[in-house]
């Protein structure tokens, strides 16, 4: 199985600043890899799809890069909202695996 | 609008069995393969299982293979999980979701969930 390792596990951070999450697979996985934003209680909403593109309504202070075993989330000018869980998953092959979460706490 | 409404969860002794239904709306369900993805308490999610949108092609977890079913009813636009043999780290919020319109295994809509307990 493909492992996904997210870092930090945890991250603060304050309302306008520019973060970088970071995730990485044990095995290449060319583009194949999502970003999924967690609200407690909530259900997971998809961000990044193929490691770089945006999703429908998802607003453009988030992006995604990487490719092969390295990927990068960024948020920039971090909004309230934004505070959440963070998690990768790879769509390359079954199992289709997601990282352990980054929190992003104010 | 486009959603996703679980249900069938609850609480079950191990060894138990317990069946999980999605019922889907908004969209062509029978257009779209369909997964299952849970989330124990303080845990990461962990994807259970994939159909193929006409139901001929089923995938699973290890942690799941020979215990959990995945099947669908295109004519009701429900899904389901067949969970058999529970044990109790199969304690989790279980969430169905929609397969990506253009991307294979991204999930773009997801339903709120249910609870299963595995406890005596």
């Known amino acids: 199985d493909i492992q996904m390792t997210q870092s930090p596990s945890s991250l603060s951070a304050s309302i306008g600043d520019r973060v970088t999450l970071t995730c990485r697979a044990s095995?290449?996985?060319?583009?194949?890899l999502n970003w999924y934003q967690q609200k407690p209680g909530k259900a997971p909403k998809l961000l990044i799809y193929?490691?770089?593109t945006l999703q429908s309504g998802v607003p453009s202070r988030f992006s995604g890069s990487g490719s092969g075993t390295d990927f990068t989330l960024t948020i920039s000018n971090l909004q309230p909202e934004d505070f959440a869980t963070y998690s990768c998953?790879?769509?390359?092959?079954?199992?289709?695996?997601f990282g352990q979460g980054t929190k992003l706490e104010i | 609008q486009v959603q996703l409404v679980e249900s069938g969860g609850g609480v079950v002794q191990p060894g138990r069995s317990l069946r999980l239904s999605c019922a889907a709306s908004?969209?062509?369900?029978?257009?779209?393969?369909m997964h299952w993805v849970r989330q124990a308490p303080g845990k990461g999610l962990e994807w259970v299982a994939v159909?193929?949108?006409?139901?001929?092609?089923?995938y699973y977890a290890d942690s799941v293979k020979g215990r959990f079913t995945i099947s669908r009813d295109n004519s009701k636009n429900t899904l389901y999980l067949q969970m058999n043999s529970l044990r109790g780290e199969d304690t989790a919020v279980y969430h169905c979701?929609?397969?990506?319109?253009?991307?294979?295994?991204?999930?773009?809509?997801w339903g709120q969930g249910t609870m299963v307990t595995v406890s005596s």
């Open positions: 908004g969209f062509t369900f029978s257009s779209y393969d």
């Open positions: 159909i193929s949108y006409d139901g001929s092609k089923k």
């Open positions: 193929a490691a770089s």
């Open positions: 095995q290449s996985i060319s583009t194949y």
């Open positions: 998953q790879h769509s390359y092959i079954v199992p289709y695996t």
């Open positions: 979701a929609k397969n990506h319109r253009t991307t294979f295994n991204t999930f773009d809509i």
